[in-house]
Structure formats: structure tokens, C-alpha cells
């Protein structure tokens, strides 16, 4: 199984591995820095390197047996098993997602309601609610957000077991997704002051790091389903 490098350092750019599986669409390497797609979350693009050869990794997807597989461009060069690689990283898309994703987080800690879904991306990213009542103006979402954020709170990871986010459930805020049960601990998100919630993903290690977010448009999608959008001003 992977040694997934991204869980405990989001800021590693770049490391050397060794391939363990080779096929048509990439290959699998015993430790990765890149984040598989996931939870909202798109996976990492970037660069293998070894001697002889070069490949571009286009996508990085979950495999088989808790595995990441590294999609290679088609026409790209394959290391073969046992080859030694250096990997790097598109940092410059992964830091923004790492501020949409933490973004989001502050969001959902402004706008009260149960998560029906979300996307982040590079230009704009999205969460939907199910809300009652009034919904917030743009504006407003704007403003709140960036008051959390301009409280330059750390962002750190933390672990509970398995039994322990049974018996929390509001650490949880996504309906139709469920953090990865089974290992025996699940990862969870704090914000510290603003919000806690179970999520693998990769994220700033402060708010002040995520800069000006703006709400730049909220659509109905169903009788209490809102979505709000967001962009990095």
C-alpha cells in the first residue's frame, strides 16, 4: 500500500519513489505526493522524472487495495517496475487548491445548513446547502468569510477512531459523502475556533494563507437546495 506523503506534509513538492505496478493508463509508486480525486477534491497534476525518461502526470486517481494510481499522458513514456523516480509536483495548482479547499471549510461555518454536495477547483469552487428560511445574500457570505479568514487561524490535522466519529455524527457535515471508515481512525479538519469536520483532503496550514475569497454567485437547486460559489479575489 502507498505511503501517501500528502496526508502528513500538503507542502511536499517534490520526492523521490520507487514504481511498484506499471500498466496502460500509469503507474504506482510505494509513496506519493500526489492527492488521488476525492472528496471534492481534484487529483494532482505534475512530473516524473527518472533516468532515461520523463512523463507527465495528467491525474491522479484511488486504485485498488487503498493504492494511487499516477495516469500518465498517453504518448508518455513508461518507467518499468522497481525504477526509481523523482516526482514532482504542479505545486502552483495544488497551493490553490489547498486555499479553495480551506476556503470551503470556512464557508461552511458561516452558512448553517446540512452539505449536499461541493467542488473545489482552481478558479472557482461550490458548496451546496440545504437551507431554511432565508438565504444569505452574496454579499453578506463574502463578508463573514473573510472576517474568519482574516483571523489567521491555524489549520491542523487531527485523528479520531472509528467508534468516536460514530458517536460524534456533527463532525460530519456532508450528506451524500462519508469520510473512509475501516483503517480504525478517520482524519479530521480543525480550523481552530471556527470549524472541525472529518476530511482527508489538503489544505493551508493558516487562514491567512487562503487571502480574499469572494461569493460570486448562489443558485437554487431544488426547494432547499443553494449553491454558493466562490472564487479567490
Known amino acids: ?57 495528467t491525474d491522479t486517481i484511488k486504485a485498488d487495495g487503498n493504492d494511487v494510481l499516477l495516469v500518465l499522458a498517453p504518448e508518455a513514456m513508461r518507467p518499468a517496475v522497481g525504477t526509481t523516480v523523482h516526482a514532482v509536483l504542479d505545486w502552483e495548482r495544488r497551493y490553490l487548491h489547498m486555499r479553495m479547499h480551506t476556503a470551503l471549510h470556512v464557508m461552511s461555518a458561516v452558512i448553517k445548513g446540512n ?56 463532525l460530519v457535515k456532508t450528506m451524500s459523502v462519508r469520510p473512509p471508515m475501516g483503517a480504525g481512525r478517520v482524519r479530521l479538519l480543525s480550523i481552530e475556533g471556527i470549524d472541525l469536520q472529518a476530511c482527508g483532503g489538503t489544505h493551508v496550514a493558516r487562514t491567512g494563507e487562503i487571502g480574499r475569497v ?8 431544488g426547494k432547499m437546495n443553494r449553491r454558493f460559489i466562490i472564487a479567490l479575489a
Not at 469572494?214 to 437547486?221: A, P, Q, R, V
Open 214 to 221: 469572494e461569493c460570486t454567485k448562489i443558485e437554487n437547486k
Open 1 to 57: 500500500m502507498v505511503e501517501e506523503l500528502f496526508r502528513h506534509d500538503a507542502y511536499l513538492k517534490e520526492t523521490d519513489a520507487t514504481v511498484t505496478a506499471a500498466e496502460e493508463r500509469g503507474v504506482r509508486l510505494d509513496r506519493s505526493i500526489f492527492y488521488p480525486t476525492g472528496g471534492g477534491q481534484p487529483g494532482d497534476t505534475g512530473l516524473l522524472r527518472w533516468e532515461g525518461g520523463e512523463a507527465k502526470v
Open 115 to 170: 452539505v449536499t454536495g461541493g467542488q473545489v477547483g482552481v478558479d472557482k469552487s461550490r458548496l451546496d446547502f440545504n437551507l431554511e428560511g432565508d438565504v444569505p445574500a452574496k454579499e453578506w457570505v463574502t463578508e463573514e468569510i473573510n472576517k474568519l479568514i482574516a483571523l489567521d487561524r491555524p489549520v491542523t490535522p487531527q485523528w479520531v477512531t472509528d467508534e468516536e466519529l460514530t458517536a460524534r455524527p456533527e
